[in-house]
Structures are given as C-alpha cells and as structure tokens.
C-alpha cells in the first residue's frame, strides 16, 4: 500500500478524546466506511474546533494529548479517519484498542513524549502546521511559518511491519 | 519466578511471537454482534476469502439495536444472519433467542476458565470473570480471528486489585468499580490487565463479578479477570457435568490457571471497602466519581435499568426490592431491560417485572438500546438519565443528555425521589 503518511496538521488540545466523539454511535449503523465521510468528530465539543471548518477538512494528521481514542472498540474512528484522507495521529498517548485498530488499518498511531508534545503544540503560534513524516527513519519534520521542529518517534517491530504489510489481515494472512 | 493468570493463559496459547513482546495468540472464542461484524463479512468476501476458521468456537448475535428500527439496522442483521446461514454456525442468536452479547454468551456457557476470547466490542472484558483472557477489539482484529482464530497482543502486565472487608449494606459491585476507575483514572490501566482478588471477590457471584470485570476498559484495561473457584464451577456445572467425574475434578483443573503467590504485579492496588458508599458518576468521564450523597439532589428525566453491566437476574432483584410498592416520581421515566431471555423469564415468573410495572416502568425486550444512544431510550438535549450503564461520555445516550453512573439500587431510589438518592436513604 503506498500512502502518503504527512501534511497539514489539526490539533485537538484535550487528553481522553473518546471514539464516540470520534465518530457517534448513531452513525454505526453503516455498513462502509465510506458513509461515515461526514460525520467525523461531529460530536467533539472544543474551544476553537469546527468539525466542518477547513483546518480538519485540508488536515492529514492530527495532534492530540493522552489517552486519545479511549472508549468504544469502534474500528469506524480511525475509519473516518482514513475516508477523510488523514493517516497519520501524533499523541501523548492511545488507548489500546485504538491504536492496534490503527495499525490493523495500516495507518499510524505515533507516540511522543510530553515535552515533543509541548513543542509541537507551541509551533501553532508561527502559523498552519504542516507535518512530514519518515517512517523508515522514524522521524518528524513540522514546518510553520519559518520555523522547523525535528522529532525522533519509537514504533514497535510489530506495528511497522503491519503499516509496510499494509494492514493485519495481509500480515496474518501470509504468515498463519 | 512465578506466572499471573493472565501470563499462563497467553503461555497456553501462544502460537507465533514473530516480534519480541507480540503474541500471536490461538483463540477459543470468537464473538460476533451486528455492528462490528458486517465491515469483516464484507472484506472477507471482497478477498474472496469466505469462510471461518471454526463454526463451534464463533458465536454470533444480533443485540445492539433489536428489533430492528430502520432499514439500515435491519441490513445489518441481514448479513449477520445470512453470514451465520452460510457458515452454518450453530450459535447464532436472533429475535426471540437475542440478549445482551457479555450476558447470553455467559449465561450459555460458552466462557470457561483459561480461555481466550475476542469480540468487536469493548466490553468484552466482562468475560474474565471466569477467569479467561477477554479483550475487546476492532473489526480487523475480529475479521483475522474469523479467518485464522488468532489475534495479536502485548505481553501483558497485570495490576492487582485486592478488595477486602465488608461491603456495607447498598453497597455492591457497580460501586466497587466505580471507585476502582476512579482510583485508577480512565487511563490508569491502559496496556494492562486488573486483577480482581480478595475475600470481597471470592464472596461475590458470577453476576457481581462480571459487573467488576465489565468496566476495566473504562480503566482502559486490556482485561478484567477473576480467579476461577467453586463459585465458576457451580455456574458452569449444568455445561462441563459430562466434562468432569464431579465438581471436585472441575475445581482442580480451574485451579491450574491460578496466579502463583510469587507472580509479579506492575502495580497493587489494596482497597478496603468497610466505608464504601454507593458512588454516582458526574461530568462525562467514568472516573469522575462521587458518593451518591455528594450527588444528592441532582434531578433525573430517565431511570435506565440493564445492560451488559446491571441487566443481570441480581440487578433486577437488587432494583425491586428498592421499587417494590413505590412508584416513580411524577415526570420520571423509567425504562427496564433484562439482559438476557432466560432472566426476563425468570423476573416475569418471579414477580420482579409485576413491582417494575406497578412502579410505572417501562419494559422493554433484552438489547443495549439506549446504553449508546442508539434506541430504546435515547435522551433529548438538556435530558438527565440515572443508569446501571457503564460510559458516561458526552452525548453517549443522546445529543446533549447527561449520563450518571450508578448500582441498580441506587438508579431504583433516584427514580423514585426523581432526583439523585442513596438508597440507604428512601
């Protein structure tokens, strides 16, 4: 699968966003993920965010804090997600299932430190974010008005295997 | 050094670590609803790989939002059933047979110590109360264990939750672990399994059990699990008699799985709950806990009792003795879900559903329904509900309503004052 993992950034600056923000459980009775397209994050209610402005309409990663994407097992959050071209979420931290839910779709749960939090949410101030990301390398290069931060990422063996696979049903269906 | 439970039973089923610290585990139940289950179907077919790794060991039911309610729901159990047709799958629970899936599945015996089991469903969890390694997961997880019956997880590291003393009278298991998730926080177990141990434990039934081991997600456990005892071998008995020469021998093998005294816990939790009170959620995260008391007076629109948390036979009984000759306060609605068939049969022949009804309730057949805002009971803006749930997110029961958490007692004596009560204090 060859996708592209960096771009524009949306930040969501609240610890425990749940997956029935992510995407509300009176949209689960669809049965493809491109019918929840509209629906992302509609229910997350937050200072400055608008489900429908165009920060999260252009964005291809979002920054978030910890915990991100606790509650409900639903597959559908980082689905609406992928139907909306975003790949790629950096956070503090994720709740389990969610980040493996992530990785099964051949996307990417990045985790970084508080401090590399801090510094990714303070570059807001220079102008719109823009998120590169080498996967390889395991790097991060941000870039908003004339300044550029660089972050190093750890990844488990286990989860980069499954982005190069491109998902848990191609890794398991080769090996088992 | 010694083993906990959760590590013997990944050891026992370890079929691959292709990285260190994955495990690659064999699966003796799958699990199956009509939400998370028909994107799977779906994909399997699109890969022209239809088919099950084993027909026994997957069970299937129809319980999120039943009957149906429009036609999107209806295609949802249309390719659950269909699915089940197709694959011959003896377990597949539809109108008339459908329950809650963490309270039909138990109820059956289907879960047994030692075991390993995953559903497209976070709650999953609940069935470490037989001592099994239960873990919720998402629908690419679901659809490799229908395929291959394998599914990948962390080496896990366990918490020790050790209850002890006396469990004050109102006060039970919902209360327990809303003050466990408080304790812990919503993120104080991610990546880990809780151990639930102690005299309070051992003395609890499978129902109370499974009302701890229900809420370790919202902890953000991987799992909940309980020791297997004689307590296990009495509920599954009437399943496992022709497995075992007598309940002597079943409690033996269960005995196996047991944590040895020198396993290693990542961290121990000791909690005495002599002075424990009934607890009542307030804003929109499960740890955001208080003493029913401290919440004394909140006003309610909704009493909700059921799920797969409190729909059980002893939530009802717990509810009624509160309800019994009293009705609810003028402008409350109640709503009551038995869990399962067998338990709406056995309130309906007991009298419990007679006490629900003369105190103005409305009874409605086994489904989860308005635990997620999805039918059943769903909440208008502005709208407060008291229930025996186990998630009190922000808009979780409806756009702009107002979850609070509570025991079936507790929910019994909020409807009847209308405004949050200890039922210590009707």
Known sequence: ?176 | MGKTIAQKIFDAHLRDEPFPGTCVLDLDRVLCHEITTPVAISDLQWRNKDRVFDRHKIKAVIDHVTPAKDSKTALQGKILREWAGRHEIPDFFDIGQNGVCHVLFPEKGFIRPGFTVIMGDSHTCTHGAFGAFAAGVGTTDLEVGILKGVCAFRKPASILVNITGQLPEQVVAKDVILHIIHLLGVNGATDRVIEFRGPVVDAMSMDARMTLTNMAIEAGGTSGICLPDQITVDYLWPFISGEYQSREAALADFTKWHSDPDAEYERVLDIDVSTLEPQVTYDYKPDCVKTARQMQGTPVNQVYIGTCTNGRLEDLEQAAAILKGKKLAPGVRGILSPASPKIYREAMEMGILTIFMDAGFCITNPTCGACLGMSNGVLAPGEACAATSNRNFQGRMGQGGMVHLMSPATAAATGIKGVITDPRDL
């Open chain 1, 1 to 176: 699968m060859n996708r592209s993992f960096g771009g524009p950034a949306c930040f969501l600056d609240r610890s425990d966003i749940n997956t029935d923000e992510i995407i509300p459980a009176r949209y689960l009775t669809e049965v493809t993920k491109e019918a929840l397209k509209p629906f992302l994050l509609e229910d997350l209610v937050l200072p400055g965010f608008d489900p429908k402005g165009e920060v999260l309409t252009q964005a291809k990663v979002l920054v978030s804090r910890k915990n991100f994407g606790c509650g409900s097992s639903r597959e559908h959050a980082p689905w609406s997600l992928e139907v909306n071209d975003i790949y790629t979420v950096i956070a503090e931290g994720y709740a389990r299932i969610f980040r493996q839910n992530m990785f099964n779709c051949g996307m990417l749960a990045i985790e970084l430190p508080p401090v590399d939090i801090d510094r990714l949410f303070d570059l807001r101030k220079e102008g719109p974010v823009e998120i590169a990301v080498d996967l390889g390398g395991q790097k991060l290069t941000a870039r908003a008005g004339s300044r550029e931060e660089h972050f190093d990422f750890a990844i488990s063996s286990f989860d980069k295997a499954l982005v190069e696979a491109g998902g848990w049903v191609e890794f398991a269906d080769a090996r088992y």
